[in-house]
């Protein structure tokens, strides 16, 4: 597939941002498997693109790519872009010790800056880093004038510039006078009082790019680094198009939505208010000022609570659609068999077709029927039993043999850790593996190659997952458009499930969070998370080998 993509030369913006993103995905899926050429005519021809991909594509695909990559070299490639896009593929990438080793000398002192500002590295990546000097790592500076004054600083207040304690000394103990002040500040930043509720406001300020880089109070993980220079995509954590309309004319901006990942006392959406700030000497446009808060109630009208009988209404729905269907099939199979005399064979072909058409139909209602069950009752993974989702994944790819052969479709799904079991109804998870594969490969161009991982890597994490990289139809969809139950993207194939993509992909979501799993929709793939059994299988084996 690589060479496949290096031969194209990409005709404009679009077809650069998709190879971009292809090779991006190929390399930290398969970069330890490619020979040495491969990655090297890659990793060039990703430098040859990343001047025509816009930086909020690039931040995205790091975001993507941070929590499942394991390839030094893509890694150390996204490192030395813009800072923006550096600190989000830093801040969250994992590599053995040996890697950051090796990939240290090839990053600059703003990367170091966030490594450094990790916890959770190996320990002689910490002394690499303390033996390349306190030259090799950049502060921030609004970091530095917050941990001078041991205060927080105030963007909003009125009038002038923040006032910061002179630094009268220099060299190597005034940085380490400056280090120790910081840990300071943070260690009694952190120490809350007992019973102290989370706060519902926090300030931050962005640089002349727009990108944020200081933030007091929520954590700094879900704010810095992200933009309000462009407006994010639905769901996606940013700011909306009121704030990146007034970035651009350098306005004053009010009441601008934003959306947060992280701990619950984060995520979700905040409002805030901004000021543009200029350097009073030269005139400079130097960023923005901020201070954000929760939305007030009046300000969410579509927050409304789904009604407490929806599983009733879905269910008197399956009721409904049953007899009909029933009628159609069994008209279906009198004409298909004969039952009432001789039937010319296009009729019987187009019967026979109704047949299979209404036994695909009558499967997508009992999923259907499944899913009304368990979501109304709360969901208790405890009480599934544990389910061999590797086993599931290679039995539904042996059943779609024969599509993927006629429609020259490459189906290849690596497999990343193990043991891949999970805590799952055996019946249900086969329906959320079956549907959502079949729905991909539906939609697939002819000869395209669908790439995908199954990622479990105990004890690290709790959920067991399908990764699949989004077919090229699709590439550019956003989530509302794949969840919506009418969509149908160009080229869909013409033996396609009777049922949409969208209403495929609504059924696995559904599975997923009645087993305490879920669907994750993002720019570069689609994610399906079923609780990991690891910890429960090996019991089990325990008891076994002790009876």
């Known amino acids: 597939m690589i060479a496949t993509i290096l031969r194209q030369a990409p005709a404009d913006r679009r077809a650069s941002i998709a190879a971009w993103r292809q090779l991006s995905d190929i390399l930290a899926q398969r970069g330890n498997q490619l020979d040495d050429e491969d990655i090297r005519r890659s990793l060039h021809a990703l430098a040859v693109l990343r001047p025509q991909v816009p930086e909020s594509v690039r931040r995205d695909s790091a975001r993507a790519l941070a929590r499942h990559g394991r390839f030094a070299p893509l890694v ?74 041991d205060l927080p600083l105030a963007p909003a207040e009125a009038g002038g510039e923040p006032e910061t304690e002179p630094m009268i000394e220099s060299g190597p103990s005034q940085i380490s006078e400056l280090v120790r002040r910081i840990d300071k500040y943070q260690s009694s930043r952190g120490q809350s009082p007992a019973g102290r509720p989370p706060r519902a406001a926090f300030l931050f300020e962005t640089g002349p790019d727009g990108v944020i880089h200081w933030v007091e109070g929520v954590t700094r993980g879900a704010v810095i680094g992200l933009s309000i220079a462009e407006a994010a995509f639905a769901g996606e954590p940013g700011t909306d198009g009121v704030a990146a309309g007034a970035f651009r004319q350098r306005a004053e901006i009010i009441n601008a939505r934003m959306i947060l990942e992280g701990t619950q006392a984060d995520a979700g959406e905040w409002r805030f208010s901004a000021l543009p700030w200029f350097d009073p000497a030269t005139g400079q446009f130097r960023g923005y000022r901020a201070s954000a808060r929760r939305p007030y109630r009046n300000e969410t009208p579509y927050g409304r609570q789904a009604s407490g009988d929806s599983g009733d209404s879905i269910r008197q729905l399956i009721h409904e659609l049953r007899s009909p269907l029933n009628a159609i099939s069994g008209f279906a199979q009198i004409i298909s068999g004969q039952m009432f005399g001789p039937v010319s064979q296009d009729y019987r072909a187009m019967a026979e077709t109704i047949v299979a058409d209404a036994a695909s139909v009558q499967s997508i209602i009992d999923d259907l029927e499944t899913a009304a069950r368990s979501n109304a009752v709360a969901a208790d993974p405890s009480s599934n039993s544990v389910v061999d989702v590797g086993a599931i994944v290679a039995q539904v790819e042996s059943d779609l043999g024969a599509l993927l052969a006629e429609r020259r479709i490459d189906l290849s799904i690596s497999r990343v850790g193990g043991p891949f079991v999970a805590v799952a109804d055996d019946a249900n998870a086969r329906r959320m593996v079956g549907r959502m594969l079949t729905a991909l490969v539906d939609i697939s161009e002819p000869g395209a190659i ?45 033996g396609a499930a009777v049922l949409s993509l969208g209403f495929s992909l609504r059924l696995v979501d559904s599975l997923a969070r009645a087993g305490g799993g879920r669907l994750d929709i993002g720019h570069n793939a689609l994610t399906l998370h079923v609780p990991s059994a690891n910890s429960k299988a090996e019991v089990e084996l325990e008891v076994q080998q002790g009876e």
Do not use: C, K
């Open 76 to 149: 150390a490639f996204y490192a030395n872009d813009v800072p923006a896009v550096s600190a989000i593929m830093l801040r969250d990438t994992r590599l053995s010790e040996a890697d950051w080793l090796a990939l240290l000398p090839a990053t600059n002192a703003m990367a170091r800056s966030v490594l450094a500002g990790r916890g959770d590295l190996p320990e002689g990546v910490y002394r690499a880093l303390a033996s390349l000097g306190s030259a090799s790592v950049a502060l921030p500076q609004p970091e530095v004038a917050n941990a001078a004054e």
């Open 450 to 494: 669908l790439v995908g991982q199954l990622v479990t890597e105990s004890p690290h994490d709790d959920m067991l997952q399908l990764r699949i990289v989004r077919p090229a139809p699709i590439r550019f969809a956003t989530a509302s458009e794949l969840l919506d139950p009418g969509f149908s993207p160009e080229g869909e194939a013409p």
